[in-house]
C-alpha cells in the first residue's frame, strides 16, 4: 500500500511538473535592466506635457480664440459647441494614459483653483508651497498608494491662461500674470527604477493620451451644428479658421520636445 | 495489483468515493448551464443576462500550470504567483463595458495623494465600493451622505438653487446632492433649482436598489452588452 502511494505521489509530481509553469510575464523577463530612476523619467515625461500643453494653448486655444473658436470647461455636453480648455486637455491625456497598460497617473491641481475639487490638500499642498518659491521638482513617496509620486510647477505659459483664469466667473484669485506657477502636475508611478523598454512605454502612453484627446477634440468639431467648422489639415489656427490635424499636431510636440528626450534615452543606452 | 487491508478497506472506499465525488462536482459545477448555480448571489442591475467569463476570466494556464506556478512562488524559484482558476475581477474589467469619457467621478483620479484622508472614508479608486456585485442591486453604498467627503468647501458663484448649496453644506444635508446630481453624470436631464422640485430620497433609495432611474432614460452613454464586449475582441 506504502509503495502505491509513493508511486503515485510520484507521478503526481511527475504530471504536474511536465506542464511546466505558467509563463511569467515578458515585461518582467526582458530587457529587466533597469536603467533610470522613477525620478529620471517623471522629469522627461512632465517636460513633454510642458511643451505639449505650452502648445495647445499657445497656438490652438490662445490663436483659436483669436479666429472664433470656443474653449469651454462644459466642452462634452450635447449643447455646448466647444473644445478642451487646457487643464481638461490634461485631464483629457490623464484619462488616455489611465486607460493604457501603462502604470502612469497624472493629475492637476492648484492652491487657488476655478474648480475647489482641485485644490492641494495635505502633502501635496505642503510641497507646493516650496515649487511656488523655486520652480524646482518635488518627489515623495506615497505611502499609504504606495506609489512614486512627483510634482512639477505648471507655469503661466500663455496669455490665455492669464486672462481666462482671471476673468472666470468661478476665479479664486484674478490677479495672475505671465509666469507665475499657477499650479502643479502630479506624476506616479508604482516603481522606483525603470527599464528602457518601460521608460519609451512611458512617453508613449503620454503621446497616445496626447492624440487621443485631440482627436476627441476633432470629433466634437466634426459634430458642430451651428458653430463654423475650422478646416482640419496642415495649417494652424494662426494662419485662419484652421486646425492641425491630429499627426501634424503631434509632429509639432515631437519637434519641439524630442531632442530632450532623445538625450537622456541615448545617453542611459 | 494490491491489496487493501481489512483494516483500511472502509478508509479506501471513502477515497475513492470522495475522488469521484469530487471529479463530478468540478465537472458539473464547471458547465455553463450550472452557472446560475455557482453563483454567491443575483447579478445586480443590468448584469441579469451577463454570463460569469465576463468578469471571470480563466487564469492563464491550465490547473495543474497554475498549482506548479504558484508552488514554485511558495519556495520561491519564482518571483510572481498567478491567479489560481480565474482572475481576480478589477476596476479594469468593469471600465471594458463601463468606461465613458464623460465620468465627472472616474476611479482613477481617486488615487492622487490629496484624496488619501477620502478614500479612508469611502474608497472611491473602486467601482465595487460602491458597485457590490452579487447583491441584484444598482448601488451597495450604506449611505448616501458620501459627497461629504470631498466637497465641504463647495461654494457656487451665481447659485441657481432656491436653498444656496453652501447651506445645504452648513446644514451636513449631505443626501440632497443625490437628489439633483447623479454621482457619474452620464444622465440628460434638467436639474431642479428649487428643492421642492428634487427627486425624493425614496426614489433615490429605491434606484439603488435596483428600481426605476429617477434621473430618466436618457443618458450619453450606455455600457456595452456581453456581445459587444465580445465584439471589442473580434476586433484586436
Given at each position: 500500500m506504502?509503495?502505491?502511494?509513493?508511486?503515485?505521489?510520484?507521478?503526481?509530481?511527475?504530471v504536474l511538473?511536465?506542464?511546466g509553469g505558467?509563463?511569467?510575464e515578458?515585461?518582467e523577463?526582458?530587457?529587466?535592466?533597469?536603467?533610470?530612476?522613477?525620478?529620471e523619467?517623471?522629469?522627461?515625461?512632465?517636460?513633454?506635457?510642458?511643451?505639449?500643453?505650452?502648445?495647445?494653448?499657445k497656438a490652438?486655444?490662445?490663436?483659436g480664440?483669436?479666429?472664433?473658436?470656443?474653449?469651454?470647461?462644459?466642452?462634452?455636453k450635447?449643447?455646448?459647441?466647444?473644445?478642451?480648455l487646457?487643464?481638461?486637455?490634461?485631464?483629457?491625456?490623464?484619462?488616455?494614459?489611465?486607460?493604457?497598460?501603462?502604470?502612469?497617473?497624472?493629475?492637476?491641481?492648484?492652491?487657488?483653483?476655478?474648480?475647489?475639487?482641485?485644490?492641494f490638500?495635505?502633502?501635496?499642498?505642503?510641497?507646493f508651497k516650496?515649487?511656488?518659491?523655486?520652480?524646482?521638482?518635488?518627489?515623495?513617496?506615497d505611502?499609504?498608494?504606495?506609489?512614486?509620486?512627483?510634482?512639477?510647477?505648471?507655469?503661466?505659459?500663455?496669455?490665455?491662461?492669464?486672462t481666462?483664469?482671471?476673468?472666470?466667473?468661478?476665479?479664486?484669485?484674478?490677479?495672475w500674470k505671465?509666469?507665475?506657477?499657477?499650479?502643479a502636475t502630479?506624476?506616479q508611478?508604482?516603481?522606483?527604477?525603470?527599464?528602457?523598454?518601460?521608460?519609451?512605454?512611458?512617453?508613449?502612453?503620454?503621446?497616445?493620451?496626447?492624440?487621443?484627446?485631440?482627436?476627441?477634440?476633432l470629433d466634437?468639431?466634426?459634430a458642430?451644428?451651428?458653430?463654423?467648422?475650422?478646416?482640419?489639415?496642415?495649417?494652424?489656427?494662426?494662419?485662419?479658421?484652421?486646425?492641425?490635424?491630429?499627426?501634424?499636431?503631434?509632429?509639432?510636440?515631437?519637434?519641439?520636445?524630442?531632442?530632450?528626450?532623445m538625450?537622456?534615452?541615448?545617453?542611459?543606452? | 495489483?494490491f491489496?487493501?487491508?481489512?483494516?483500511?478497506?472502509?478508509?479506501?472506499l471513502?477515497?475513492?468515493?470522495?475522488?469521484?465525488?469530487?471529479?463530478?462536482?468540478?465537472?458539473?459545477?464547471?458547465l455553463d448551464?450550472?452557472?446560475?448555480?455557482?453563483?454567491?448571489?443575483?447579478?445586480?442591475?443590468?448584469?441579469?443576462e451577463?454570463?460569469?467569463?465576463?468578469?471571470?476570466?480563466?487564469?492563464?494556464?491550465?490547473?495543474?500550470?497554475?498549482?506548479?506556478?504558484?508552488?514554485s512562488?511558495?519556495?520561491?524559484?519564482?518571483?510572481?504567483?498567478?491567479?489560481?482558476?480565474?482572475?481576480?475581477?478589477?476596476?479594469?474589467?468593469?471600465?471594458?463595458?463601463?468606461?465613458?469619457?464623460?465620468?465627472?467621478?472616474?476611479?482613477?483620479?481617486?488615487?492622487?495623494?490629496?484624496f488619501?484622508?477620502?478614500?479612508?472614508?469611502?474608497?472611491?479608486?473602486?467601482c465595487?465600493t460602491?458597485?457590490?456585485?452579487?447583491?441584484?442591486e444598482?448601488?451597495?453604498?450604506?449611505?448616501?451622505n458620501?459627497?461629504?467627503?470631498c466637497h465641504?468647501?463647495?461654494s457656487?458663484?451665481?447659485?441657481?438653487?432656491?436653498?444656496?448649496?453652501?447651506?445645504l453644506?452648513?446644514n451636513?444635508?449631505?443626501?440632497t446632492?443625490?437628489?439633483?446630481?447623479?454621482f457619474?453624470?452620464?444622465?440628460?436631464?434638467?436639474v431642479?433649482?428649487?428643492m421642492?422640485?428634487t427627486?425624493?430620497?425614496?426614489?433615490?433609495?429605491?434606484?439603488?436598489?435596483?428600481?426605476?432611474?429617477?434621473?430618466?432614460?436618457?443618458?450619453?452613454?450606455?455600457?456595452?452588452?456581453e456581445?459587444?464586449?465580445?465584439?471589442?475582441?473580434?476586433?484586436?
Amino acid at each position: 500500500m506504502k509503495n502505491v502511494i509513493n508511486i503515485m505521489l510520484v507521478a503526481f509530481a511527475l504530471v504536474l511538473n511536465s506542464c511546466g509553469g505558467v509563463p511569467e510575464e515578458k515585461s518582467e523577463t526582458v530587457g529587466s535592466e533597469n536603467v533610470f530612476s522613477v525620478e529620471e523619467v517623471l522629469e522627461m515625461v512632465a517636460k513633454e506635457n510642458d511643451v505639449t500643453r505650452t502648445l495647445y494653448t499657445k497656438a490652438i486655444v490662445g490663436k483659436g480664440k483669436l479666429q472664433g473658436m470656443k474653449f469651454d470647461e462644459d466642452w462634452r455636453k450635447d449643447n455646448v459647441e466647444a473644445g478642451p480648455l487646457p487643464a481638461l486637455f490634461l485631464r483629457g491625456v490623464a484619462t488616455s494614459i489611465r486607460k493604457s497598460p501603462v502604470p502612469l497617473g497624472l493629475y492637476l491641481g492648484s492652491d487657488f483653483p476655478v474648480n475647489a475639487a482641485n485644490k492641494f490638500e495635505g502633502k501635496q499642498a505642503d510641497l507646493f508651497k516650496q515649487i511656488k518659491k523655486d520652480q524646482k521638482p518635488q518627489f515623495f513617496y506615497d505611502e499609504e498608494q504606495k506609489l512614486h509620486t512627483a510634482m512639477f510647477a505648471d507655469l503661466a505659459s500663455a496669455d490665455a491662461c492669464v486672462t481666462c483664469h482671471n476673468n472666470h466667473p468661478q476665479t479664486t484669485k484674478s490677479d495672475w500674470k505671465l509666469g507665475d506657477v499657477m499650479g502643479a502636475t502630479t506624476w506616479q508611478y508604482p516603481k522606483d527604477s525603470l527599464s528602457y523598454k518601460e521608460t519609451v512605454e512611458v512617453l508613449s502612453s503620454y503621446a497616445k493620451g496626447t492624440v487621443d484627446i485631440y482627436m476627441e477634440y476633432l470629433d466634437e468639431v466634426a459634430a458642430f451644428k451651428e458653430s463654423e467648422k475650422p478646416e482640419i489639415g496642415n495649417k494652424w489656427p494662426e494662419e485662419g479658421n484652421y486646425l492641425p490635424s491630429a499627426e501634424v499636431f503631434l509632429d509639432s510636440v515631437k519637434k519641439l520636445s524630442s531632442y530632450e528626450t532623445m538625450k537622456h534615452l541615448v545617453v542611459a543606452k | 495489483m494490491f491489496k487493501v487491508s481489512p483494516l483500511r478497506k472502509r478508509q479506501f472506499l471513502g477515497g475513492i468515493l470522495g475522488l469521484v465525488l469530487g471529479i463530478t462536482m468540478f465537472y458539473v459545477f464547471t458547465l455553463d448551464a450550472a452557472e446560475q448555480y455557482v453563483s454567491i448571489g443575483p447579478m445586480n442591475t443590468g448584469h441579469e443576462e451577463l454570463s460569469c467569463v465576463t468578469c471571470h476570466a480563466d487564469a492563464k494556464g491550465n490547473l495543474l500550470q497554475q498549482i506548479q506556478s504558484n508552488m514554485s512562488h511558495a519556495v520561491g524559484a519564482r518571483e510572481h504567483s498567478v491567479d489560481f482558476g480565474t482572475q481576480d475581477v478589477t476596476v479594469d474589467n468593469c471600465l471594458q463595458c463601463h468606461d465613458r469619457p464623460n465620468d465627472r467621478h472616474p476611479t482613477y483620479r481617486f488615487s492622487e495623494p490629496r484624496f488619501s484622508d477620502a478614500i479612508k472614508e469611502i474608497d472611491a479608486t473602486t467601482c465595487i465600493t460602491c458597485h457590490s456585485e452579487h447583491h441584484g442591486e444598482r448601488v451597495s453604498v450604506a449611505s448616501i451622505n458620501y459627497c461629504m467627503n470631498c466637497h465641504q468647501d463647495l461654494s457656487v458663484e451665481n447659485d441657481p438653487l432656491d436653498v444656496p448649496h453652501v447651506t445645504l453644506i452648513a446644514n451636513e444635508q449631505w443626501t440632497t446632492c443625490i437628489q439633483c446630481h447623479d454621482f457619474h453624470g452620464n444622465h440628460r436631464y434638467e436639474v431642479p433649482v428649487a428643492m421642492k422640485d428634487t427627486i425624493p430620497l425614496k426614489l433615490i433609495d429605491g434606484y439603488f436598489k435596483g428600481g426605476e432611474d429617477p434621473f430618466g432614460t436618457d443618458k450619453k452613454y450606455t455600457a456595452l452588452s456581453e456581445l459587444e464586449w465580445l465584439k471589442q475582441f473580434e476586433d484586436k
